[in-house]
């Protein structure tokens, strides 16, 4: 049922943890399930120099939290907006059709840790207009 890459992500977990003194935090919820995911970013000159995550949910929200953390590491944040989570569960070789709306937690937690970087800083990055 679950991929290789599925099964690895969620029995070890890149970048779990805090960052003391993040430039951008995004914490959500999922609405289905309850599940919670936080995710912490150290930015320097636009480029993600370190992420960590936390979250507290069901085995493919671990999976596809660290596999989203590996995609955005040193990435611009424009490139980090871009973020879907049909490429996160791409690059996990596939997720269970009912486990599809575990991979959205990630997608929105970056965002929504770039958009707080961008409120701190009053700054303005391309594409953040299109996001809720
Ligand atoms: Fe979160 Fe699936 S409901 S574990
Ligand atoms: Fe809740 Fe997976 S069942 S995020």
Redesign the pocket.
Known sequence: MYSEKVMDHFMNPRNVGEIENADGIGEVG?A????IMKIYLKIEDNIIKDVKFKTF?????IATSSMATEMIMGKSVEEALKLTNKAVAEALDGLPAV?M??SV?AEQAVKSAIIDYAKKNNIHIDGLEDVK
């Not at 289905?32 to 599940?35: E, Q, V, W």
């Open positions: 999922n289905k399930c309850g599940d949910g069901c085995g493919s929200a486990k709306h575990c937690l």
